[in-house]
Nanobody
Framework: QVQLVESGGGLVQAGDSLILSCACTTSGRTFSSYAMGWFRQAPGKEREFVASINQDGGNAYYADSVRGRFTISRDNAKNTVVLRMNGLKPDDTAVYYC???????????????WGQGTQVTVSS
């Protein structure tokens, strides 16, 4: 079992930065055995991929809409994954979810465990 708790969301202005963190608690498998991802869901829209990182942190992937502005990283010693968001835009407004999966994936159904989400609101 895996429990994920996101933090760091909030209300910011366009151009500002935020750092989202996801703390992971596991039983059985170690945190380093899971690929991790960040997804987001805006009101009335489907949940969409934002960024992901493989088990050892050596490979990261980004949605076109955030590439160059967002950075995903993980600390396997601290069981955390972080999403650094720079140059935020109103279109980035959404609930952001952390996810863990046995295999790396860019799609929602590729992940097995989800956090409750944290709200990010970007005003213009």
């Amino acid at each position: 079992q895996v429990q994920l708790v996101e933090s760091g969301g909030g209300l910011v202005q366009a151009g500002d930065s935020l750092i989202l963190s996801c703390a992971c608690t596991t039983s059985g498998r170690t945190f380093s055995s899971y690929a991790m991802g960040w997804f987001r869901q805006a009101p009335g829209k489907e949940r969409e991929f934002v960024a992901s990182i493989n088990q050892d942190g050596g490979n990261a992937y980004y949605a076109d809409s955030v590439r160059g502005r967002f950075t995903i990283s993980r600390d396997n010693a601290k069981n955390t994954v972080v999403l650094r968001m720079n140059g935020l835009k109103p279109d980035d407004t959404a609930v952001y979810y952390c996810a863990a999966g046995y295999r790396h994936s860019l799609v929602t159904w590729g992940y097995d465990y989800w956090g409750q989400g944290t709200q990010v609101t970007v005003s213009s």
